[in-house]
């Protein structure tokens, strides 16, 4: 029930620091052996990764330019990271929302938000088709350090937003357009 309520992208109510704290019970339990225990240390372990209040992983991607780039080195004093397929109808919706929002657009102006989209499934041929109809002022990147394949990033839905202060620490995950906008409003809290 923690799992479908507190973790799936589709619940009306995730919360991500609330399902690891009913994963780290179930592994103080002693009522369960050690092969009970393997899939939730495994979803732990997952959960555990670019958690709120933590440095994100750094990777690298190659920009729109061809030039190799990394996380860390992307100066900006907020980062919107969005994780993205632009074969996923639903990415097209929620990166048009993004695109949309003047809140996000004045910001990004403004260099006070840089906007860094990624697409990390590994179809160059894709995003080279593709890459040209985000905005000009977003960065945009394809993932080359194997985002999905060693686990730096859980892409448990697409997109994947994350919020990130100018040391790269995680204020937001897993989060909607309308958390981008009421943040960059000041009508919100951390998530």
């Known amino acids: 029930m923690a799992e ?3 973790y799936d992208p589709n619940s009306p109510m995730p919360n991500e620091e609330l399902y690891i704290t009913f994963l780290e019970e179930i592994m103080r339990s002693p009522l369960l052996d050690d092969t009970e225990k393997t899939k939730p240390a495994f979803a732990l372990k997952a959960a555990k990764k670019n958690r709120l209040g933590t440095v994100a992983a750094d990777f690298e991607y190659t920009d729109r330019h061809g030039r190799r780039r990394s996380l860390h080195g992307t100066k900006a004093e907020t980062t919107v990271l969005v994780f993205y397929d632009p074969d996923c109808g639903h990415c ?5 929302e993004l695109k949309d929002d003047a809140a996000l657009r004045k910001a990004t102006q403004e260099n006070r938000v840089t906007v860094l989209a990624i697409y990390s499934d590994g179809d160059r041929k894709l995003w080279d088709e593709t890459k040209d109809s985000l905005p000009a002022e ?3 990147g394809f993932d080359i350090s194997d985002i999905q394949r060693r686990g730096t990033y859980i892409l448990r839905a697409m997109p994947t937003i994350y919020m990130l ?9 897993d989060v909607m357009p309308t958390f981008i906008h009421a943040a960059l409003s000041g009508n919100t809290t951390q998530q």
């Open 165 to 173: 202060d100018s040391s790269k620490t995680v204020l937001a995950k």
């Open 92 to 96: 097209t919706e929620i990166m048009k």
């Open 4 to 6: 479908k309520y507190l």
């Open 138 to 140: 977003w960065l945009a």
